[in-house]
Structures are given as C-alpha cells and as structure tokens.
C-alpha cells in the first residue's frame, strides 16, 4: 500500500496536454443495437457538422495535400498501408457527396484507432503506471483484508486519473476494475484490460464492430 499512497500524494496527472489541444469528446455516432434483418438502413450522421478537434492528427485543412514522389521500392510495410489509406481518405473526400456507408465506417473505425479517445502518451504512460501499483497492492493483500484494501486502492486509482478520464467515469466504475484486478494474475494483461475500460476504447471497439456487422448484412441483403 506505500506505493498507492505515495502516488496519491504525487496528485493528479498533469493535463496541459488535455488542454493545450483539447481532444475530441464527441461520443461515437455508430449505433450499436443488434441490426434488423428487414428494412435496416445505414444512419444519417447530419449534414454540415464541423469534424472535431484531434489531440493526435494534424490540424484540418481545406487543402489537399501534395503526396510527393512515389515510394522507394523498399517501403516497409506502414508506409505503404498509409499511402493507401492516405489516397482511399482523399479519393473519399473528394467524392464530395459523402462515401458509401462502409468507407464512413472504416474512416470512423481509423480516426478511433488514430486519436485514443483524445488521450496523449504521457497520460497514458501515467494511468498504466497507477494501474499497475494498484494491481501489485491488490494482489499481496491477505484475503481477511481485502475489502478495505478494494475502497483504498480505489480512492488511490480514482485520485490519480486525468481530468478528462474522471468526466467520463464514476467511482463504482473505478471499484468494480479494482476487483477485477484481483483476479488477473498477469500484470500486463491487467494493465491493457483496464485502461481499455476506463478510456473508452472497449466500448468503442464494440460500437465499431457491430456496425461493421450491421453494414455487412446491409450489403449482403442488397445484392
């Protein structure tokens, strides 16, 4: 428990990097609710809507971007899967009366995988770390003495989440990862599966999933 109240006493992550860019809060627009086989049609997502502000992409410009000569024969793989996303996203924009449903997906499913859910590295890098020291702390406690250690540990967690994390959660949440924590002996395997929970990003993935689904089965029925 020494190192969950030292990091309690550390206080709050910084969240210059929250502010200085604020990143994008917007909830995801995907519908999640199993699909109907009969008269299912892709959403209406609006029209006219500003995009919003990425803590992690560059800033939007009405520009399009010069592309540059053509990539060296020796390529690695990362650079030739953006230059394919980079002229699929272009040759989408330049359709100008919006992609086909799948294309509106897949650019979804990139910008969530692309921006975390607004949260910067260093933020990242913190939450893993207290994590980490509440799962350690949690699993030396002697079982007579665990439900104490559930509410300190918590309150450890809870105290030390980034602003924008905190808006987006409450503290039963937090106490219900806690005890989960308990049960995962792996720490690396507890680390990633909670910060998936508390940034959003397991939820997101389910959102983006079951609209892939929904999307396949609207297509299939078309054809």
């Not at 990143?23 to 086989?37: E, I, M, Q, Y």
């Not at 939007?60 to 699929?88: E, H, I, V």
Request: glycine share 8%.
């Amino acid at each position: 428990m020494s190192q969950l109240k030292k990091t309690l006493q550390d206080g709050t992550p910084d969240d210059d990097d929250f502010a200085k860019g604020v990143p994008s809060r917007r909830g995801t627009s995907l519908v999640c609710a199993p699909p109907s086989l009969k008269d299912s049609v892709p959403p209406h997502r609006g029209e006219g809507l500003s995009p919003p502000e990425g803590g992690r992409t560059p800033a939007a410009t009405r520009a399009a971007p010069n592309f540059g000569s053509q990539l060296p024969d020796s390529a690695p793989g990362w650079m030739l899967r953006a230059r394919r996303m980079s002229l699929a996203l272009e040759e989408a924009i330049r359709n100008g009366g919006g992609p086909n449903p799948s294309i509106e997906a897949s650019i979804e499913r990139a910008w969530a995988a692309w921006e975390l859910d607004g949260s910067s590295d260093k933020q990242i890098a913190r939450i893993a770390r207290l994590i980490e020291n509440a799962h350690r702390a949690i699993r030396e406690t002697p079982p007579t003495s665990l439900e104490a250690a559930y509410g300190e540990v918590s309150q450890v967690l809870w105290a030390g989440l980034p602003r924008h994390v905190k808006a987006r959660q409450d503290f039963g949440q937090i106490t219900v990862i806690v005890r989960g924590l308990r049960s995962e002996a792996d720490a690396w395997i507890a680390v990633v599966d909670a910060i998936a929970t508390l940034l959003g990003w397991s939820r997101a993935a389910r959102a983006h999933s079951a609209e892939a689904v929904r999307l396949a089965i609207i297509h299939d029925q078309g054809e």
